[in-house]
């Protein structure tokens, strides 16, 4: 083989990308083509060497010529070599992974600085706090132009606080260029309102809007309350699962859990305690028959009398069917729980008036001890007290809202870590990974 010396010419295209002038009869015998491009504001001249299959092919133009026509007005910078064969695209800006947190919750940090010790970065510099009217203030303190950034935000008891400061810092990483911005919200607040009742509103769907809005593109959250909250959302949705942390935990930490029970509070929690129950190989109960949501309309007006008749109305003959009303059952235990533990599964634990109400069933039913797993430990006003007081022996949650108060409250309380998981998610998004390894055995009914 012989190599040859050639110089042809660069010109960039509007679009981006280039075109490289060669003579057709050098690209039939050609087979590969080495290039130094050397930038300049408005084109390119590339110097190459070109390797053919014919010793005596030559160029037509020589470097006098070429070097006559152009004369760079500044010294040209140092040039590296590339291969035409694939090419690098040059308006594609390589920039990095950046984590950001709120300033809701000191938790909210320390939720931050795990996931970044399990990556090996930094938290990124961001100032967020509230002015003296109660104003979210955000303050980004470097570059985030062309990077893909991770928000991590947990929920506080200020929930419209946290909102509002995850808006915020979005919104100005969008005005910053970011190139990517990921919401890691481990708890999606609101989204126990994600069904219309009576004249109320789906707020689900109005924080889902607010999010996008504010240039979120992509989410990572964690046991969505109905997985149906996804269809909100124009953007991709990463709703993670916190089950193989519990599954875990009932392995390791309860010594004789193959004489347990999984056990559902309510049949509408049926489905996620057969999960459950199916994994670990143990009996399912059901509760049924507990105090349920009122079902009362005579406040909002259902109730009131009828308009008057109008030549429209519906003829005298034709009665529209009235729905009849529930009447609650009493309480009945569907399954054995005599002489057996009990574990009590569910997503979200906040008012626990309905665990503890179980509780006691159980009990009364034989349980001879009572464990109560969620993923979603809200635990407002006095819950922990009334666990503590309660015949519950331990309440099992995850660090997706903190609740490190409550903890000190009740020693019941214990705290399963699922930052794993998380870091997990944020490493395979940023390197472009697939991220069907973290739903792996996971049901469409899971």
Known sequence: MRRSSCSTLLSLNPGGGFRLAVNRKFMKKVTSITCILLSVPQFVLVCNSITAKDPKMRCENTEEELSAAWVPKDPLPECGEISIQHPVAMN???????????????????????????????????QVYQE????????????????????????????????????????????SCARSITGVLPYFPYSKQCKMRKRGSIVSKLIASMMCKAGLTHLITMDLHQKEIQGFFNIPVDNLRASPFLLQYIQEEIPDYRNAVIVAKSP???????????????????????????????????HSPPTVKTTGAIHPSMEIPLLIPKEKPPITVVGDVGGRIAIIVDDIIDDVDSFVAA??????????????????????LDAPRFIEESAIDEVVVTNTIPHELQKLQCPKIKTVDISMILSEAIRRIHNGESMSYLFRNIGMDD
Do not use: W
């Not at 929920?155 to 419209?160: A, C, E, I, L």
């Not at 305690?273 to 009362?296: C, K, M, N, P, T």
């Not at 006691?360 to 407002?380: D, P």
């Open 132 to 175: 003296t009217n109660r104003e979210t203030r955000v303050q980004v303190q470097e570059s985030v132009r062309g990077k893909d950034v991770f928000v991590i935000q947990t929920v506080s008891k200020d929930v419209n606080t946290t909102i509002m400061e995850m808006l915020i810092l979005v919104y100005a990483c969008r005005t």
């Open 359 to 380: 509780a006691e069933t159980l009990k009364e039913r034989g349980a001879y001890k009572i464990f109560v797993m969620a993923t979603h430990g809200i635990l407002s």
């Open 92 to 126: 594609h800006t390589k920039g990095g992974m950046v984590l950001f947190t709120g300033n809701s919750h000191p938790s909210s940090r320390e939720m931050g600085k795990r996931i970044s010790e399990r990556l090996g970065v930094e938290l990124g510099k961001v």
């Open 268 to 302: 509408a929690s049926a489905k996620r305690a057969q999960s459950f129950a199916e994994r670990l190989r143990l009996g399912l109960a059901v509760i049924h028959g507990e105090a349920q949501d009122a079902e009362s309309d005579q406040v909002d007006g259902r």
